[in-house]
């Protein structure tokens, strides 16, 4: 069993950077695939970004794309958002989520095996 714990969301102003990490207890950390999803009032969820089991792979949300940047450290059980230039349209619950299989082209809410509770990040105007 894996549990996930996201921590670092908060409110920002646009234009502004937030870095979100998530931290996750067991021992296969260092077998999964790690990703962050959003979900927006009123929207389903959406994925941002994932990232392979050993860093050297990553796929990213077109909305995304030269905005956030993923990380991981599988010494420390931890992978990491770092979130630039905020747009108020990125207010959302940031979820991060496990996968046991290999990252492939994207990821899908259905693909994941684990989630975290959700951090809340808000960009205000």
């Known amino acids: 069993q894996v549990q996930l714990v996201e921590s670092g969301g908060g409110l920002v102003q646009a234009g502004g950077s937030l870095r979100l990490s998530c931290a996750a207890s067991?021992?296969?950390?260092?077998?999964?695939?790690m990703a962050w999803f959003r979900q927006a009032p009123g929207k389903e969820r959406e994925f941002v970004v994932a990232?392979?089991?050993?860093?050297?792979?990553?796929v990213y949300a077109d909305s995304v794309k030269g905005q956030f940047t993923i990380s991981r450290d599988n010494a420390k059980n931890t992978v990491t958002l770092q979130m630039d230039s905020l747009d108020p349209e990125d207010t959302a619950v940031y979820y991060c989520?496990?996968?046991?299989?290999?990252?492939?082209?994207?990821?899908?809410?259905?693909?994941?095996?684990?989630w975290g509770k959700g951090t809340l990040v808000t960009v205000s105007s």
């Open positions: 990232i392979s089991w050993d860093g050297g792979h990553t």
């Open positions: 989520a496990a996968d046991r299989r290999p990252l492939g082209a994207t990821l899908l809410t259905s693909d994941v095996d684990y």
């Open positions: 067991g021992r296969i950390f260092n077998t999964l695939t």
